[in-house]
């Protein structure tokens, strides 16, 4: 077994060094046709950089289309929203209401009470569908609109402390 690693090790060894002399011969070569290269591939960096330009507005657009993050300016209180009030305490929560209705967005008002907090609401196979943070001396708006009735779980999404865990409580949505 030591061997085996040992031959290994040794031809690894003899790869790179070979790798080595290779390009240390080769070397003066390139240097004669070096400018070029340098035209050659300052072509290519100029047309990567287009090409990357392009692929990030892209992504980056097709992404937060519609933008997820809801304006923080604005009331919700109006016929089109439903407002839920939720603070975010050690360790539990409260909800005011705790019950919405489908097919409405919601615009929950999140803040912590002592600590930084994370609001997160969970479906009922847990799976994440909208998140905040709850944080101390700011309200967090939070627009969701659920498609499906059912109990939805809220857990904290940031350690809070000894009973962090045990920050569940329920949405109803009917
Ligand atoms: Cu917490």
């Not at 790179?16 to 072509?43: H, L």
């Not at 960096?45 to 304006?71: C, E, H, M, N, Q």
């Not at 407002?83 to 919601?106: F, I």
Request: negative net charge.
């Amino acid at each position: 077994m030591i061997s085996t690693v040992y031959a290994i090790s040794l031809a690894g060894m003899a790869f790179i060094a070979a790798v080595f002399i290779f390009v240390i011969k080769n070397s003066k070569e390139v240097e004669a046709d070096y400018p070029s290269v340098i035209q050659k591939w300052y072509g290519v960096r100029g047309k990567w950089f287009i090409f990357l330009a392009i692929l990030g507005i892209t992504v980056t657009f097709l992404s937060t289309s519609p933008y997820p993050i809801a304006d923080q300016e604005k009331t919700y209180e109006d016929n089109e929203h439903q407002v839920v009030k939720v603070g975010a305490h050690q360790w539990y929560w409260t909800m005011v209401p705790n019950t919405v209705e489908s097919g409405k967005p919601v615009a929950f008002y999140v803040t912590g009470e002592d600590v930084n907090h994370g609001f997160g609401v969970y479906d009922d196979n847990l799976t994440l569908v909208a998140q905040t943070q709850a944080m101390p001396g700011y309200t967090n708006k939070l627009i969701h609109t659920f498609d499906k009735p059912g109990k939805y779980k809220i857990l904290c999404l940031e350690y809070c402390g000894l009973a962090h865990h045990a920050m569940i409580t329920e949405l109803t949505v009917n």
